[in-house]
T-cell receptor
Framework: NAGVMQNPRHLVRRRGQEARLRCSPM?????VYWYRQLPEEGLKFMVYLQKENIIDESGMPKERFSAEFPKEGPSILRIQQVVRGDSAAYFCASSTYDSGLTEAFFGQGTRLTVV | DAKTTQPTSMDCAEGRAANLPCNHS???????VYWYRQIHSQGPQYIIHGLKNNETNEMASLIITEDRKSSTLILPHATLRDTAVYYCIVRTRDAGNNRKLIWGLGTSLAVNP
């Protein structure tokens, strides 16, 4: 059972370009979370999605950032017109949903560098 | 959201038990304690979670005090590969059963040969 797959692992973009980060959840998982980690800091929640639905985007910046999790295919975190402050590691996690306890499994992250 | 407090860093000798404390004095009755770790440049890895009772799995043991205001993660025989940042997290629940995790800065554990 493959784990959570994120690609690319490393992404370099010039200021003003768009960045697209992909996350394929574990098989059977229908819940995806995106987190951002700045250097020397803990992870910060961005968005929580289920298939075709955004459940909680309270951690997403109001502008330039968007996320989707279509019926088919990976979840995409899209950052438009990137700025240097967007440079960070972006982690995706997935989980199942049930009435009990579920733990989220994380991917290896995408390290975005804006130059 | 209940907040957690952890020491910034700890050291442990290889082969000895590593005991990582966490305070969560404002935890509410239906909130669970989760532990994750993050080895340098990798994604976080789930370790263990618990509500009231002590828990054990192949990676670690979790001891939760009776009043639930603190807990200790125990790595029984630490190895060099256990060097990582360890995060104690209290999981938020709201009306929508949101499962987002609120992360602090964790404890940086150094296992020394």
């Amino acid at each position: 059972n493959a784990g959570v797959m994120q690609n690319p692992r490393h992404l370099v973009r010039r200021r003003g370009q768009e960045a697209r980060l992909r996350c394929s959840p574990m098989k059977g998982h229908s819940h995806v979370y995106w987190y951002r980690q700045l250097p020397e800091e803990g992870l910060k929640f961005m968005v929580y999605l289920q298939k075709e639905n955004i459940i909680d985007e309270s951690g997403m910046p109001k502008e330039r950032f968007s996320a989707e999790f279509p019926k088919e295919g990976p979840s995409i975190l899209r950052i438009q017109q990137v700025v240097r402050g967007d440079s960070a590691a972006y982690f995706c996690a997935s989980s199942t949903y049930d009435s009990g306890l579920t733990e989220a499994f994380f991917g290896q992250g995408t390290r975005l560098t804006v130059v | 959201d209940a907040k957690t407090t952890q020491p910034t860093s700890m050291d442990c000798a290889e082969g000895r038990a590593a005991n990582l404390p966490c305070n969560h004095s404002t935890i509410s009755g239906n909130e669970y304690v989760y532990w994750y770790r993050q080895i340098h440049s990798q994604g976080p890895q789930y370790i263990i979670h618990g509500l009231k009772n002590n828990e054990t799995n192949e990676m670690a043991s979790l001891i939760i005090t009776e009043d639930r205001k603190s807990s200790t993660l125990i790595l029984p025989h630490a190895t060099l590969r256990d060097t990582a940042v360890y995060y104690c997290i209290v999981r938020t629940r709201d009306a929508g059963n949101n499962r987002k995790l609120i992360w602090g800065l964790g404890t940086s554990l150094a296992v020394n040969p």
